[in-house]
Nanobody
Framework: QVQLVESGGGSVKAGGSLRVSCVASAFAACMGWFRQAPGQAREAVAAIYHYSGGEEVAFYSDSVDGRFRLSRDNAKNTVYLQMDSLKPQDTATYFC?????????????????WGQGTQVTVSS
């Protein structure tokens, strides 16, 4: 089991930027971010895979593609989600999750380990 700790959430005005981080207790081939607003289902935001050959591939939901960018530092078992051009509809609790290579990047049920979440609030 991998322990995950998120940090970096906060409040920002629309158009602003935030960076959230997730530190894992061990390496995970796939690290993803999900978000959940009150009364809504958990939504996939992005995920990044590190393959055995060293290649890294990131996936993004349509709602954040072009505004959010994932990166990872495998030496630190840390993944960063840079969020730019934030919108009020990005307001949610953001969760980091980890899994292996198999499964869908966007399916919450395919992730075995989850962090506690960090709040992101974007005001208009």
């Amino acid at each position: 089991q991998v322990q995950l700790v998120e940090s970096g959430g906060g409040s920002v005005k629309a158009g602003g930027s935030l960076r959230v981080s997730c530190v894992a207790s061990a390496f995970a081939a796939c690290m993803g971010w999900f978000r959940q607003a009150p009364g809504q289902a958990r939504e996939a935001v992005a995920a990044i895979y590190h393959y055995s050959g060293g290649e890294e591939v990131a996936f993004y939901s349509d709602s954040v593609d072009g505004r959010f960018r994932l990166s990872r530092d495998n030496a630190k078992n840390t993944v960063y989600l840079q969020m730019d051009s934030l919108k009020p509809q990005d307001t949610a609790t953001y969760f980091c999750a980890a899994k292996g290579i198999l499964g869908l990047w966007s399916a919450p049920g395919d992730y075995r380990d989850w962090g506690q979440g960090t709040q992101v609030t974007v005001s208009s």
